[in-house]
């Protein structure tokens, strides 16, 4: 959850924002941190949540307990995929090397061409500035694709969520 508590805070909000739009949450199907968060906020407002969890990678099993629609993969690599697979678009909170990792990824394979999908960034306390930072060094080095995060935004409100991933996805499709 880290120390922030308005992180929490953040993440029911997106996790109701969600449900009261419509919008199906799919993550990685646990029951800790700031996803599982989401994942009780949509549950709570009746939202569908399908979660990918990875059978015997974690050292405890952290599966999220909810009426969810669960799907076993053997791996974290399959999760990944299997979650952008089902996914229009992506939302990334505050996070450490998972949410980390599956950002990069995401923005890899928009660059590799295999896939378009869009990225919000839920940004509290300038939590991404680096990482985007990071993104514009590399672009203006030209050691990046000046295009990498053409699908990327950065909001730091749940409500204002919806409405650019809506305006991301119209344009995509």
């Not at 990334?92 to 998972?98: K, T, W």
């Not at 599956?102 to 999908?117: A, K, S």
């Not at 730091?156 to 344009?171: F, G, I």
Request: charge should be negative.
């Amino acid at each position: 959850m880290g120390n922030q508590p308005e992180l929490a805070d953040l993440a029911r909000r997106l996790g109701e924002q969600l449900a009261d739009q419509n919008i199906t949450t799919i993550f990685g199907g646990s029951d800790s941190g700031l996803m599982g968060v989401v994942a009780d906020a949509a549950l709570s407002r009746g939202g569908r949540v399908i979660g990918v969890y990875p059978k015997n990678t974690f050292s405890r099993d952290v599966r999220h307990q909810g009426s969810i629609e669960l799907q076993m993969v053997s791996s974290m690599h399959e999760r990944k995929s299997v979650m952008f697979e089902l996914a229009d678009a992506a939302v990334a909170l505050p996070g450490g090397l998972g949410t980390l990792d599956e950002v990069v990824e995401l923005l890899l394979w928009t660059q590799l061409g295999i896939h378009q999908l869009p990225l919000v960034l839920l940004d509290v306390n300038n939590f991404w500035n680096k990482f985007v930072d990071f993104l514009d060094e590399a672009i203006s080095s030209e050691l990046l694709n000046g295009d990498c995060h053409k699908n990327l935004r950065r909001v730091t409100d749940p409500a204002t969520v919806t409405e650019v991933l809506e305006q991301l996805v119209t344009s995509h499709q």
